[in-house]
């Protein structure tokens, strides 16, 4: 009865929500769809010179583009400033003058920062479909001082923010306002052959002071999409097939650390040379390539403690293997930032997999690169094509024994567009091969395989929306390394529960998954059932990312987007969700595995403030887990509820505060936590900024698994639990000088520390006894289970010098540092952040220097 009461409790702001359904029905759709609005381009004569003005001839004869409305917060009222925009072409550029009025210039906000990096500016961004297929585009952003910014739109509406294409533009502030002037190649474009191109074009311009969006054609918030929703630019002629070869070598520098295994430190130089090239096929298809690349420039991880049976899923950083992705995702499920898929490229490259223990010297901590190409385009018939290939060095330990052995990587897309881009049909290949040595036999598998069919269609206008998928994956080794494919947490083959046979003379292992889906994507009412399976053989983390096999899964959401404008908010987004996770092939006869249900909530505030909060419920119908005593018996769990809230300043600010909190409780079996994350960014000019986010985190667990013991005899294994008690905390500090567009200062810096103490060590008796006192019974010693304490602590810092010299040259000077220590015994885990400081700042530090040279040019 509680439970329900507090469902009804949560779910008012839902009903009070709808009241406003029709309030917020937003400007009248014909035919429920935007208006397609054209523009007209002009051939230029001469060779433009950009300089921001619109005094050129070509500027006074093309035609104007002027039917401006608001994105944002009133979609479809009228701008509060105008905006005119005219555009022009010739055999290699297309050109786009962009006038900005403004009744007070001076108070126009213009901020520096790198290349990519959002500010509080007013801005100006240009979005160029040149397939004209209502998918793809380039967006080319800039704000009053200059500051460049640029994506590539796949999917309707995601963007890649890696993508940074060579082209220009000049900006001015005068008496009128401000004004951007694009010159962008042809050759940093795709379109298919003709005498005629039709683009689809779209500008938004961003106000600042006011926090308005104006776009044109208007571009509904509350329609799926953002590619689809494009006017038609016409005008342009035959173009040339820009078959250019653009080649970027570099060169690097490096002084590392090294040390011996007795410890004595040292330094070592290295100087590396590389290349990345990009060739245009066709006018529509480009290959990529990388030789010997160098990433020493990218920000390095944040610090985890993962004390769960599931790795950690990471964040590609690498600009080669971002650039481009989107044609690549082959997507299994998300999770917030975390999606589990067919291909994660952060396998490539990965840290060696097998551990060298007879030594404490450094050792390589990723795998190096030989090479790696990929092929990406789309026909004009809307084939999207990605082939990838890439190959990595033999990694060794201390005794010249394999600790990574060379491989080769495959990846191949295909989706093809159907009913006028309402709908896919795609297929994916991915294969992974290891020259395996008798140091890797034993450890590695040899081979891995998958390939997946999937589709989307939506239809009724794009409101409603089917997709799914179907996947096979094979896997191939020696029994010893199938054996512990078998034996990790993704499978758990030798859980007593499940049925699955546990075979040690298994030589390969196949699977498969799929995933049906059913929602309403558009319009103020939105929803979502969707339904996966993976089988209990189903691997694809030779090149892709699974945490769990063998479940099947059920997702329900109901939400509200209302985005006109109230007294109360700008916009709010309120969903009620509920899940069940079941374990084996069929659920008639398979445990459940997981289950919850909740509330959340995302506000934009009246005054540009934002927040957001969630409440939900967990495990309110019984739950067995079968991984929580990582390959024993399953745990009945015990209910929790979990809220978490946090309040973001308006972006505009000079001192940006934000405010986060999380709270979760179990019922009645002492374990609860907390958490908060505040933090300021500041920015004390404008070229100068900065963040500080503190971490503080308390876990309190009376169900954290701490091992399983084997008995001397083998005959028995003791599944063991205890009482943790955790404290964790960390600051990410970032500051960021931009003394020009293209020369800047980026300092990163994360001190992390965690302890935990263990207490009340448990094995696990009988764990779906509905009393939770009868799951277990004691196990040995409080001092024995005070060996599993814990101190760790980690420092990692970035200070990176960049400079573009020239357009796509650029030189890099870099200082990374890394220090770690961990702590083991009934000595530690005893929270003090002071003496864990010191303790870590005594350690000698693992330093790196580069210097990164790279010179950009055409042929």
Known sequence: MSLALSLVASLAPIALAAQSLAANAGPPRADSA??????????????????????????????AITEFQQFAPSSGAAPSFRTTVKVAYDDRYLYVFVRCFDPHPDSIRAFLSRRDVATPSDRVKIMIDSYHDRRTGYEL???????????????????????????????????QGWTAEYR??????????????????????DIARLNERDSWPLILRDRTGIASQFGELTGIGALGTPRHLEVMPYAVTKNITTTTPALVYGHAQQITVGADAKYGVTSNFTLDATVNPDFGQVEADPAVLNLSAFETFYQEKRPFFIEGSGIFRFDLQCHGPACSGLFYSRRIGRSPEITDTSTTALLPTSTSIIGAAKLTGRTQHGLSVGVLDAVTQREVGSLGQTI?????????????????????????????????????????????????????????????????????SEVSGSPQAIAITQ????????????????????????????????????GTLQFFEGFYRYSPGFEVNDIGFLTEAGLQRQSTWLGLDLVKPTKFYRTLFVNAMQHNQWNSARISSSDLTDNDAGVTADAELTNSWWAHGTVMWHRFIPVYDDRASRGGPVLRRVPYTDASLEIDGDPRLRLLPSLGAYA?????????????????????SRSFTGTLAPHFEHNSDNNQWVDNLIASDGSDTSYTFGHIDQNTVSLTARVDYT??????????????????????????????????????????????????????????????????????????????????FENDG??????????????????????????????????
């Open 34 to 63: 935007p208006v397609v609005r054209n523009a007209v381009a002009v051939r230029a004569g001469a060779p433009r010179t950009l300089d921001g003005t619109d005094d050129d001839a070509i500027w006074r004869s093309a035609p």
């Open 404 to 472: 990574e052995p060379r491989a080769n990587y495959f990846v191949g897309r295909a989706q093809q567009e159907i009913s006028d881009g309402k709908g896919n049909i795609g297929v994916m290949l991915t294969g992974v091969s290891r020259q395996l040595d008798a140091f890797a036999a034993d450890s590695l598998r040899r081979t891995g395989y998958s390939g997946g069919l999937d589709f989307r269609r939506d239809f009724l206008d794009r409101d409603y929306r089917l997709s799914g998928y179907l996947v096979k």
């Open 487 to 522: 034996a990790n947490s993704t499978h758990y083959y030798q859980k007593p529960d499940d049925g699955e046979r546990y075979d040690t003379t298994r030589t390969a292992l196949g699977g498969d998954a799929e995933r049906l889906a059913f929602e309403k994507v558009s």
């Open 826 to 859: 009934s000595a530690f885990g005893n929270f003090d952040v002071h003496g864990s400081a010191r303790d870590l700042y005594a350690i000698h530090p693992d330093n790196t220097f580069l210097i990164k040279a790279s010179y950009w040019f055409s042929l």
């Open 141 to 175: 952003a800039v704000n009053p001082k200059g500051v460049k910014s640029d994506f590539y739109t796949f999917n309707d509406s995601e963007e890649d923010p890696s993508w940074d294409g060579v082209w220009d533009v000049a900006t001015a502030i005068d008496a």
């Open 184 to 205: 962008v190649p042809f050759s940093q474009m795709r379109f298919p052959r003709g005498q005629e191109h039709v683009f689809g074009f779209s500008i938004v311009r």
């Open 664 to 684: 979760w409780r179990a019922r009645g079996a002492q374990s609860w936590g907390f958490g908060v994350d505040p933090s300021l960014a500041f920015r004390l």
């Open 739 to 820: 003394l020009t567009p293209k020369l800047s200062l980026q300092v990163y810096a994360q001190p992390f520390a965690s302890s935990g103490k263990y207490t009340d060590w448990r094995e696990l008796a009988d764990g779906r006894n509905a009393n939770y006192a009868l799951r277990f019974h004691p196990y040995g010693t409080e001092a024995g289970v005070s060996e599993y304490n814990f101190d760790v602590a980690e420092f990692r810092s970035n200070v990176v010098l960049r400079w573009e010299y020239r357009a796509g040259s650029a030189i890099y000077a870099v200082w990374t540092q890394g220090r770690s």
